[in-house]
């Protein structure tokens, strides 16, 4: 059963701290990347951060780079985003998702709301 259930997302201060969690079935874990993307009404999905199944490097777009933080627990086949000093433009529908090898989203999960307000 192939499936990615997000949790943890709510509303928070600007300048407070969430704490996103993804549930990961673990066949999904053989894909290149796991990542976390965000999505607005009106405009383009972002990459938010990701980070390599077998090494553990990790990416993270600009817009987040030093407030968030993504790791991966490989026996309990989660993934987190650590979301620290939030503002309101980091309001969002934040999905989990695996990268294949030709560097495109093939799976994704329903998303959890993050609001910052």
């Known amino acids: 059963h192939v499936q990615l259930v997000e949790s943890g997302g709510g509303l928070v201060q600007p300048g407070g701290s969430l704490t996103l969690s993804c549930e990961v079935s673990?066949?999904?874990?053989?894909?290149?990347?796991m990542a976390w993307f965000r999505k607005t009404p009106g405009k383009e999905r972002e990459g938010v951060a990701r980070?390599?199944?077998?090494?553990?490097?990790?990416y993270y777009a600009d817009s987040v780079k030093g407030r968030f933080t993504i790791s991966q627990d490989n026996a309990k086949n989660t993934l987190s985003l650590q979301m620290n000093s939030l503002k309101s433009e980091d309001t969002a529908l934040y999905y989990c998702a695996t990268v294949d090898e030709t560097d495109a989203y093939n799976y994704w999960g329903q998303g959890t709301q993050v609001t910052v307000s």
């Open positions: 980070i390599a199944t077998g090494s553990g490097n990790t």
């Open positions: 673990p066949i999904l874990r053989a894909n290149y990347c």
